[in-house]
């Protein structure tokens, strides 16, 4: 087995194999996702939140820049007429632009250079090598919304690349998740004010694999921004949740409070 196909043998063992962890997603994931709903996966990488989504009954657009994790989610999702794949990236412009991949740990390639500069000498990024670059198409989440349609979610996880993502966004969406980490917590920030800027949105956060957002649940944007700067730096990563407060029947989130 070449380095890289065991490098994504790797993060389908990470990613398929919890099924532990695959129960929580799939009830976090519930909170926001029903039956005929649209999802977007951006950043699908191996499709393991892609799967939730369809468990769920939700149609998904899945968007994933790399060539060879494409490919495997081409076969992962084969005769499923609910999911629709794109190879591309996203950002706020639609155009091409240079993927920095990291061969060994795939899950991990960005398109975004300050990050890979923030985890030089960082000890929780110790090892990690962006040996590999791509020019990959991009496109943007308002021509993703032309294409498809208007999604009930969307989940992005493109590591430090969030706030250009949602810079290509201009209405308001019903609900969404993104990553932040403490590596890169100014973008994080950016992307809370963004959606801060598109609408009336409360926020709240789930940390690592958890898959539950955590006390006190959901806040408001300067609550949001708050529990951002407290994070510890062990805490690494996680994913923050926003609703949209006037999003028809499910506007109140409160209810969904654990």
């Known amino acids: ?18 099924m532990a962890r695959a129960a929580r997603m799939d009830a976090l994931n519930a909170r926001f996702v029903k039956k005929g ?7 699908a990488h191996v499709g393991d939140r892609t799967a939730s989504f369809r468990c769920l009954g939700a149609r998904v657009v899945a968007v994933e820049p790399q060539p060879r994790i494409f ?16 190879r591309s990236a996203v950002a706020d412009t639609e155009g091409h632009a240079r993927l920095h991949v990291n061969s060994a740990n795939p899950t991990v390639s960005t398109l975004n250079p300050g990050f890979i500069a923030a985890a030089a000498g960082n000890p929780l990024w110790t090892g990690q090598r962006w040996d590999e670059g791509l020019e990959v198409p991009v496109t943007t989440l308002d021509a993703l919304i032309a294409r498809h349609g208007t999604p009930h979610f969307v989940k992005i996880d493109v590591e430090g690349h969030e706030a250009d993502v949602l810079s290509g966004l201009s209405v308001p969406l019903r609900a969404l998740s993104f990553e932040i980490t403490t590596l890169r917590r100014d973008v994080g920030h950016a992307c809370v004010d963004r959606l801060s800027h598109l609408g009336d949105y409360v926020f709240a956060l789930s940390l690592g694999e958890d898959h539950a957002l955590r006390p006190p649940g959901w806040v408001d944007r300067d609550a949001m921004h708050t529990m951002l700067r407290a994070l510890p730096d062990a805490a690494n990563s996680g994913d923050v949740f926003a609703w949209h407060r006037a999003s028809g029947v499910d506007r109140d989130p409160l209810r969904y409070l654990p």
């Open 37 to 43: 709903m649209l999802a977007f996966d951006i950043g």
């Open 71 to 86: 490919r495997a989610l081409q076969l992962v999702f084969r005769g499923d007429a609910g999911v629709t794949l794109e």
């Open 1 to 18: 087995m070449t380095p890289r196909a065991a490098a994504l043998r790797r993060s389908f063992d990470i990613y398929w194999r919890d």
